[in-house]
């Protein structure tokens, strides 16, 4: 059990309308405050912390609008050139001075400095000057808002997140353009809770990190650059809240609990309490958790296993060293499908490298290429498929467009030269698939050969297991792979039928089914026999709760969001491994997933009690 979920007990249920207890507007109709409210959102970034709040509203500068002469076109255009220049400078200069600290933001403000100086940008700036004849602030902020709405629309996540990015640039444009200064989150004298609408990636690049001690704020999802960068500086942080900014006051004091992803607004002083004890024994924690940053991921007894981060994006390389991987068991390679033209060769090889030599010598295993299912992009696919989950995804994609699938691979072999890089293929139902997959591999090194390109000789390639028939000829696969990684989130979902995405059946996904344990021992025992180990990637991996379980069923690698990697391994470091094969051997003996979780939960009081 975490030590902040200890406070949920406060929280009382009560039926909507009793009577007798008066509830402050809130979100949470079910629930009562006596004199505190809470609102809830999404948990980005883990930690607990009390504090005053501040609220950052954006003064959106009033941007005049006024028409002008054919004559002064030429004046206001070099207006514009001269705030892009100045605007360019600054971000070059945040750029510089962020060099070799953190990659995440020299790749913010140099995609910043790409926009500022983007010819296309330019040139629908003074096309739009010329046939409009209106002021050149307002043209620039129409430009921005058409093309920042645009992004929102996107059924994309990705896209929409980069919304932002072209709002923090037009307002840099813009106030230069109108000559404000902001007040900066970079001269903040005393520790506060962020409250924000939303915050711009420069903000929090520049913000006194400090001083800000958490962000609570009402816009954002786990993908937004907001959410990588304070993740990535370890900033407790709940992100789409919706009503942060209207429930809370300048001077509240909050609770942010950034491992439940909730904010209490005046907790009672019961609530508080409670709150400090859990901020003391994270604070404790914090401090083991630090020291175990260089230490092997080992239990009492000796048995060894790594311990890697899952990565969605180059930029969150940086975080995931920080919280002590050894490695990326897992960089998804989606991201680069999602926005056009950043597929191309040189923009993969790119992207690739930089995570590759963010993480130095240690291994990155990329995934190729995993869209459709629950994970659909649009130019790849319509609306046309009754089944998405049963259809054209993954690998099944890959193969099917020889060229794209090849152009990923020898973007991947270019990248190995830069440190260790190890493939894997999604989604892998049979070894024909595998030798198709294979085949590829061996045409993209052949044409990466004749072009002169070199690539390392010694990359592994391993197999996704994902399907259960992929887990029932794991022995056959087991022949062609280098490893095994274990997807549960698929897994789960193809072998209990339960759509990953689907909350009404969401109850289902159980981990600790009778049958997701015989295929996680059948997958591992079959890696073992053909003497390749056996990883994991999904979600299952960074379970605290089930690592014992994981541990002695002889999982040799956990991949998983790198936060969750100090708690893990906190935990391997503290148990025995002859005792975790124990424990996997009764929780394979369960019929039943109750059965199963109580079990474990058991075994963690038992074993873990100290921790
Ligand atoms: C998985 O299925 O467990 C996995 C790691 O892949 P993804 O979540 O990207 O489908
Ligand atoms: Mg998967």
Known sequence: MLPV??????????????????????????????????????????????????????????????SITRDTVEQELKRFVEAAQGAAAELRLLKESAQGISREQEGIFGAHLLMVEDPD??????????????????????????????????????????????????????????????????????????????????????????????????????????????????????????????EISAGDILVVDGEEGTVIIDPDSETKKNYEGAVERNKKTAGKFNSLKKLPAETLDGRRVAINANLDMPEEAGGASLYGAEGVGLFRSEFLFMTPGQSAEENQFRSYSTVVKAMGKKPVTIRTVDIGGDKIVPGFHGSDEA??????????????????????????LRAS????????????????????????????????????????????????????????????????????????????????AVDRGNEKVNYLAQPVHPAVLRFLKRTIDAAHNRGIPAAMCGEMAGDPLLTPLLLGLGLDEFSMAAPAIPRVKHIIRGVRFSDCQKLAEEALACTACKQANELLRGWAKDHLKER
């Open 5 to 66: 979920r200890e406070g949920r007990y406060w929280l009382k249920r009560i039926r909507k309308g009793a009577g007798h207890v008066s509830l402050k507007k809130s979100r949470f109709y079910d629930y009562a405050y006596y004199s505190m409210k809470i609102i809830s959102g999404i948990s980005v970034s883990p930690g607990v912390v009390i504090g005053k709040a501040l609220l950052f509203l954006e003064d959106q500068p009033e941007i005049p609008r006024y």
């Open 121 to 246: 940008f330019h040139y629908q700036i003074k096309a739009r000057l010329e046939s409009k004849y209106e002021n050149i602030e307002w043209i620039v902020w129409e430009v921005s808002r058409e093309l920042s709405q645009k992004l929102v629309m996107s059924p994309n996540a990705y896209l929409r997140e980069r919304a932002a990015d072209v709002s923090d640039v037009s307002r840099r444009i813009i106030g230069r353009l109108l000559g404000i200064k902001r007040f900066s989150l970079a001269e903040l004298s005393e520790d506060v809770i962020l409250v924000v609408h939303s915050l711009l990636p420069s903000d929090i690049l520049t913000m006194n990190k400090t001083r800000v001690k958490a962000l609570a704020m009402d816009t954002g999802s786990r993908t937004s650059h907001a959410a990588i960068l304070v993740r990535s500086f370890g900033i407790p942080a709940v992100l789409g809240l919706s009503a942060a900014t209207r």
């Open 387 to 412: 089944n998405p989950l049963l259809g054209w995804r993954a690998i099944r994609l890959s193969l099917s467009l020889p060229e794209m699938f090849k152009t990923q691979l020898r973007a991947i």
């Open 417 to 496: 030269l830069e440190g260790k890089v190890k493939i894997m293929f999604p989604l892998i139902s049979g070894i024909e698939e595998l030798e198709d997959a294979l085949r590829f591999l061996e045409e993209a090194k052949a044409e990466c050969r004749k072009s002169g390109q070199d690539f390392s000789d010694h990359i592994e390639v391993g197999t996704m297991i994902e399907i259960p028939a992929a887990v029932m000829t794991a022995d056959i696969l087991a022949e062609k792979s280098d490893f095994f990684s274990i997807g549960t989130n698929d897994l789960i979902q193809y072998s209990l």
